[in-house]
């Protein structure tokens, strides 16, 4: 019999009434005549209740005791859910992580899965019953109880649709699909039917936030086809799998980030390990990279530019000051209030006359750009994020993004 | 060095600010040199607000589920005990009853320990840790999530107690120890200072609600000494111990049943297997039985009369009814709003002189006593429930029960 994870999130279950329908759609599906295997969240205010408690006592609680807490949260839901489906007459049976050996490294808060043993999913589901799993935890060889950090439920589901092999796994978000933007800033955003691992990770990392990179790096690897979408919409939601290549690049979404600013060094003098020696400067001081470029040299000297969060801004411009005085570089020089746009689509990154509609689009709204960037599935534009709304207005439009129905 | 249990109920850790206290306590304990595991309950409301939810989904939710859902709130309260611990520089560490190994039955909501491993336990006390353990939870061999029932805690308590050979194990709830009569009802009764397991475990059974009959059962088998007092009162609270036999028999406490009821088949012709076809009948109808007698028989003939509590008045009555006829008695008297009041110490079950002085402070309050009842060391009076509030009042006084500081 073909098998499918459902994974359904906090707000899915924010209340009775939800775990209830969740209930209801689960034996729907199991109706049909699928295997099932479910994995929850904790219920949506659980956990900052949880949080909240532990900031109550302390401002830097122990991990252990954070993630012994924290899985209290999914505990409830597993067995609520399992309630409820008994209540229609389903043999439902709860497990924690734990139980069904999601063994993890020992890293409490953020931990990685090392394998999966799943015995006792395999006979639960060879007797006919529906084991609800709780998402976000495992357990470490060592026997401690550990949480696998942001996105963590997306990560418990992907990994066990990949264990057993699984012909799909369905995440039952807040939204019903991936976005060609976010639709709350650009209400006439669409939802894509399908997108690769590759956009949907290009995506994910410039923060998109409806699925972890983590769990679509997961899918990508065993080549699970995922599915988001909402258990309140009745749509296909968003399908993510492994596509061919199309004949013709498109653009599939757009995706943006604020608050960025650069810092150039100018006319470096050309010398062995002056560019490693200040990338390795800055990854010591923490500071986050988004992008970095050298220009083209000149007199054998040339400029080295970085840009990075706003936030990291004060802490960037000591160290690149002292970087300076090492490179002998003649000048440094600042900017803020910088913000990026970025087309992600299939082959996109070298398609010249995607290049030039965008080019030709920033234009339009009065856009200086300031850096750019191309990947093989995303072509990145940096200038002063002033102008990031209508630019993405624009794009939006001249990519065909918009829905249709909205127009 | 000497190990310690401290147990805390509930309502010690209903809140932040008390969790914080307890820690506190915890904290000072340690620091006097001894070696501490701790146990602990859920929340004081947490395990209503978990009850709340399944029986918003189902009247009768599945036991393995309810005990997965209820097993959450001690899992809250070990982390964030420890969080609070770890905040006052303890090293704190905590642990649910499968990770400590309390191994039970499969008797879901009402499981038994059948051993308990402790390997883990004894790690954490051999390098320094304060282990604190979730009490009420166990795991099955089967791997099974299971709960100890009511008193659940203390039951965990008392078994860590035996099994870690701990020289004490202290039970803190919200009463400052056993009082001579329920403090609620009685004002003036006082604390006893010490009480033997035979003595407490004749209280626990005649309805006092401060220590669950299987905990002091545990501690009697394995000799150890329990203490029940308050976090919030300096006192010492009651130590229950092996006491030797005390020369001169003393009352110690007295308890009180109300809403029961009592069912007399007259003249009942004396057969073989007469009595235990009722009682059987009884028993196989689920009606609990406080109390039964019979009277001298007389041309072959005797009274047989059941005592019971009034919620079961109506389907006693019916099955009673099927009885008298298959006995051939001559008639069924029913009689309803009986009382019962215990007086419990050592050896006084036999002290002609106690009885004596019962009798006499009875009719003073004008009682006409219905039956009664005496073993080892307890003696039962039941009468019309209207006389309980003066008869105990009474009683408290003749046997130098009351607080002095009150008086």
Do not use: W
């Amino acid at each position: 019999m073909a098998l499918i994870v459902q994974k359904f999130g906090g707000s899915a279950l924010a209340n009775i009434a939800r775990i209830k329908s969740v209930a209801q759609k689960i034996a729907a599906t199991k109706k049909s005549g699928v295997d099932i295997v479910v994995v929850v969240s904790a219920m949506s205010d659980e956990t900052d209740r949880l949080t909240k408690l532990a900031r109550q006592i302390s401002r830097k609680p122990p991990k252990r005791e954070l993630d012994m807490l924290l899985t209290a949260g999914e505990r409830q839901s597993i067995a609520l859910l399992c309630i409820a489906l008994a209540e229609l007459g389903c043999d439902a049976i709860s497990f924690t992580g734990s139980q069904v050996g999601i063994v993890t490294d020992e890293n409490h808060t953020d931990a990685r899965i090392l394998k999966i043993k799943g015995d006792r999913l395999q006979q639960a589901l060879k007797s006919g019953k529906i084991p609800v799993v709780a998402g976000f935890q495992g357990v470490s060889i060592g026997r401690e109880i550990t949480t696998l950090g942001r996105g963590g439920s997306d990560i418990t589901a992907v990994a066990l649709a990949a264990r057993l092999g699984a012909k799909r796994c369905e995440l039952y978000k807040d939204v019903c699909g991936v976005f060609s933007e976010d639709p709350k800033q650009f209400q006439d955003a669409k939802t894509i039917p399908a997108i690769s691992y590759d956009e949907m990770s290009e995506l994910s990392i410039s923060g998109s936030q409806v699925l972890h990179p983590r769990a679509c790096a997961l899918g990508a690897k065993y080549n699970l086809n995922l599915v988001i979408k909402s258990i309140l919409d009745r749509g296909e939601g968003t399908m993510i799998k492994q596509t061919r290549r199309l004949e013709k690049p498109l653009v599939r979404a757009i995706t943006h980030a604020a608050n960025l600013c650069r810092f150039t060094l100018i006319a470096v003098p050309q010398k062995d390990r002056c560019l490693s020696q200040a990338v390795s400067q800055l990854a010591q001081a923490k500071i986050p990279l988004v992008f970095f470029a050298h220009g083209v040299p000149v007199d054998h000297r040339f400029d080295l530019s970085f840009i990075i969060p706003e936030h990291a801004f004060k802490q960037a411009k000591q160290v690149l000051a002292r970087i300076r005085v090492k490179l002998k570089a003649e000048k440094l020089v600042t900017q803020q209030n910088l913000g990026s746009v970025s087309l992600v689509g299939p082959g996109i990154g070298s398609d010249s006359k995607i290049i030039a509609t965008l080019f030709n689009a920033l234009q339009k709204v009065g856009v200086h750009t300031d850096a750019f960037s191309t990947a093989e599935s995303k072509i990145t534009c940096y200038f002063n994020q002033k102008y990031l709304k209508p630019a993405i207005a624009l794009l939006l439009d001249r990519f065909g993004l918009v829905e249709k129905r909205k127009r």
